[in-house]
């Protein structure tokens, strides 16, 4: 039987209840229990793919296809626990299956209704398939009182007289901020947004406080008081200055150990957390460090690249070194020269991406990598941009170009029409439409004998999660390949290209697919492990 941890927010948004809420499922995991986290998103998109990254940051892809929040991240890095399609929910999906009922008829003639069908669905949804598991967490976005949060909110309270007693435990993270003026913490947010948890019948068991310095006891104890929550289930949770850092701290104020007695789990064994000090010993004692030029768009938000931070990151727990990332706007290299920017950068990397902005400001970077024997790691857009810099300067074909960008000059990225899927062939056109229609999750491709990444792989198949409507045409790959550019990986039918790499190169490696949703702090990814290698490589000669 699962017992069902809720996490809620309140006062603000952005306090990292997905980061909490992550580390608190490794707390529990490094118990020894199972585990696994959902997200229920309030808005109304059907999911985050249509979104632009300033609206939303990175869309995070399952294996199974799923384009999701990026909390989902955070869950899979902090437990290695792969998310599916229904570990993150939006309003959006409810309604629409809720609408596709309605129409069909299996309503009866009664009245559809938030409650109980909205509501009901929702309880579905955060229930399926979770029998076998000990633990279920499930985040609920936004703040309390969010208008559009209320029938999620609704919904758990309701799951809590469904489900037995001892089966639901609620935590909610707040944010007690320091007012310097005042010399003094203020606990009356805190107060305020538990007030309006309980006026919809949730009383939190647990209250996870985000603040900057230690709480004095009597502000936990005025807290508790205030709250109607016992004082040592007041967590401090403090600021840290490496999220690796968050297990340790959140079990150190003793927040498994409180969620564990609100369950009346007596007899827990005690955390295992040798991973995390690896990691942090890692982190915090790096014997070196490199400089990653990131050639990007929305380099100045830095949560549309989210996993690719971490795993850069863990590139360099692999290595022992510390990764500093210098953010640069692609469109720079349009105007300026590349080599002034990237001469003392030991890596460059171009991320995924969309549209034209600043695709040839990513190809002049891709360029200066080529020829100056900078390490190279293209990233999906990123490897599109090194073929396209292939095609263009050392295949001779000067209008190479993308369809993604419009129809004119040499197609050497074109849109994907068909792919197989399994048994099942995708089809895709000009007019289909933009949401969940792109090549999207798991695919497996095999790599060739003898290249680069079959040796940093360390075997000839792999999967890996895609998200892209474009590929490299295959017409081109012989010329390409006779200038040195080896298409080093394939789909299993050999149709479409996941790999190139230029073996003369210290380390120019394209991927079609984002292994970042793969790497975790605790197994980095062997792409990210061996660039970040090869930069500390390029680091010493410098
Ligand atoms: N825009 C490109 C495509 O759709 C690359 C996508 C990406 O980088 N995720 O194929």
Redesign the pocket.
């Known amino acids: 039987m699962a017992r069902y941890i809720f996490i809620t927010g309140g006062v603000v948004s952005s306090l990292g209840k997905g980061l909490a809420s992550a580390a608190l499922g490794s707390l529990l995991q490094a118990r020894g229990y199972s585990v696994r986290l959902r997200k229920l998103d309030p808005y109304l998109n059907l999911d985050p793919g249509t979104m632009s990254p300033y609206q939303h940051g990175e869309v995070y892809v399952t294996d199974d296809g799923a384009e999701t929040d990026l909390d989902l991240g955070h869950y899979e890095r902090f437990t290695g626990v792969p998310a599916s399609r229904g570990d993150n929910v939006t309003t959006g999906q409810i309604y629409s299956d809720i609408l596709k009922r309605e129409r069909r008829g299996d309503y009866l003639g009664g009245t559809v209704q938030v409650i109980p069908h909205v509501t009901d669905a929702i309880k579905a949804f955060i229930q399926r398939d979770v029998e076998d598991l000990d633990f279920v967490l499930c985040e609920i976005g936004g703040t309390v009182g969010d208008i559009e949060g209320l029938p999620f909110f609704e919904a758990i309270r309701q799951l809590q007289n469904d489900l037995q007693r001892g089966q639901t435990v609620f935590v909610h993270l707040t944010l007690l901020p320091f007012i310097p003026a005042a010399g003094e913490m203020k606990t009356k947010p805190t107060q305020h947004s538990v007030k309006e948890l309980r006026s919809i019948g949730i009383q939190p068991d647990i209250l996870m406080c985000r603040c900057d310095r230690p709480i004095p006891d009597g502000e936990k104890r005025k807290i508790g008081l205030f709250c109607n929550v016992r004082e040592s289930a007041v967590i401090e949770a403090r600021d840290v200055d490496t999220i690796y850092e968050v297990p340790h701290a959140y079990h150190g104020e003793g927040l498994d150990r409180e969620v564990l007695d609100a369950f009346g789990i007596m007899d827990a064994p005690p955390p295992d957390l040798s991973r995390w000090d690896e990691v942090l010993s890692s982190v915090r004692e790096p014997e070196g460090e490199v400089n990653i030029a990131v050639v990007g768009k929305y380099t100045e938000l830095k949560d549309a690249y989210k996993s690719l931070i971490e795993s850069l990151q863990h590139g360099g727990i692999a290595n022992q070194v510390r990764v500093n990332l210098e953010w640069m706007d692609a469109q720079i290299f349009e105007r300026e020269d590349a080599a002034a920017y990237l001469e003392k950068v030991n890596g460059i990397l171009v991320p995924?991406?969309?549209g034209e902005r600043g695709a040839e400001g990513k190809i002049a970077a891709v360029h200066f990598a080529r020829t100056r024997n900078v390490p190279y790691f293209g990233?999906?857009?990123g490897m599109?941009m090194a073929v396209l810099e292939a095609a263009r300067h050392l295949a001779g074909i000067k209008d190479a170009t993308s369809t993604?960008f419009g129809l004119a000059g040499t197609p050497v990225v074109g849109l994907m029409t068909e792919w197989a899927k399994g048994d099942v062939l995708e089809k895709r056109g000009i007019t289909s439409d933009l949401g969940g229609t792109?090549r999207l999750g798991a695919y497996e491709a095999f790599l060739a004998e003898d290249s680069r990444v079959a040796d940093i792989y360390g075997t000839r198949v792999i999967s890996e999660r895609h998200?892209?409507?474009?590929?490299v045409n295959m017409e081109y790959r012989a010329q390409l390949e006779e200038q040195g550019l080896v298409f080093s990986g394939v789909s299993p039918d050999g149709v479409l290209p996941e790999i190139v790499e230029i073996p003369e190169h210290p380390w120019f490696v394209g991927v079609q697919f984002?292994p970042e949703l793969k790497s975790r702090p605790f197994a980095p990814h062997p792409l990210f492990a061996s660039f970040i290698e090869a930069a500390l490589a390029q680091a010493r000669l410098v």
Do not use: P
């Open positions: 995924g991406g969309f990233i999906c857009f599109q993604e792109m998200r892209h409507r474009y590929e984002h």
